[in-house]
């Protein structure tokens, strides 16, 4: 069975200033983490993802994310804060084999930028 | 290439009604996946179609079917409809070959039941 455990539903942050937006995850095999943007009104689009090649993931849009193990983790931060990164995220872990496709997702941050 | 596009984009349903919600893959994707988002939620995975077979399924009863035709475009219904069942329903592709989930979301359709 797997989980995604996001903490904090909403972030607020000034622009400029440096995000984080937390994610811990729970799987029984080797995990394939995501995180997606959703604007409002739309669906979700990838931010970046980890599948078991660098733990250091770069994204668009200035995102990165490093997965820990030890931690069972993977935080996504972006240095500086555009007023355009105004959106909810989700952290999101996937199975391979028979299971992939289905993706488990976390309850979603919303963050907001402030100018 | 075109993305993945959902149809209609927002539908009102009175409870007890059936629903057909559509969703064309990304050109080359034969794998579909259906989510539902309730308000303030993550979505929740309801099953996915794989070469017009369903391949897994998620904690949703019978009354939510599905099927995916050989251009691997699918379609959600969703029986004797519950004001619970209002939410956002999300269609994603998957690209073959591909071992890890890499998914790719429509824009979604809007469902309210009243």
């Known amino acids: 069975a797997q989980s995604v455990t996001q903490l904090g539903s909403h972030v607020s942050v000034s622009e400029g200033a440096l995000v984080l937006l937390r994610c811990n995850y729970s799987?029984?095999?080797?995990?394939?983490l995501f995180w997606y943007v959703q604007y409002p009104n739309q669906g979700l689009q990838l931010l970046l993802k980890y599948t078991s090649a660098a733990t250091l993931v770069k994204g668009i849009n200035g995102f990165e994310a490093e997965f820990k193990k030890s931690e069972t983790s993977f935080h996504l931060t972006k240095p500086s804060a555009h007023m355009s990164d105004a959106a909810e995220y989700f952290c999101?872990?996937?199975?391979?084999?028979?299971?992939?496709?289905?993706?488990?997702f976390g309850q979603g941050t919303i963050l907001t930028v402030h100018p | 290439e075109t993305g993945v596009t959902q149809s209609p984009t927002h539908l009102i349903k009175t409870r007890g009604q059936q629903v057909t919600l559509r969703c064309s893959s990304q050109s080359g994707h034969n794998t579909v996946s259906w989510y539902q988002q309730a308000l303030g939620q993550g979505p929740q995975f309801i099953f996915q179609?794989?070469?017009?077979?369903?391949?897994g399924r998620g904690n949703f009863p019978p009354r939510f079917s599905g099927l995916q035709f050989p251009n691997y475009s699918s379609e959600l219904n969703v029986n004797a409809l519950e004001l619970d069942d209002s939410a956002l329903y999300l269609c994603?592709?998957?690209?073959?070959?591909?071992?890890?989930?890499?998914?790719?979301f429509g824009q979604g359709t809007r469902l309210t039941v009243v």
């Open positions: 994603a592709s998957s690209e073959p070959g591909v071992y890890y989930t890499e998914a790719f």
């Open positions: 179609y794989y070469r017009e077979e369903e391949n």
């Open positions: 999101a872990v996937g199975a391979g084999g028979t299971s992939y496709g289905k993706l488990t």
């Open positions: 799987s029984s095999v080797p995990p394939y």
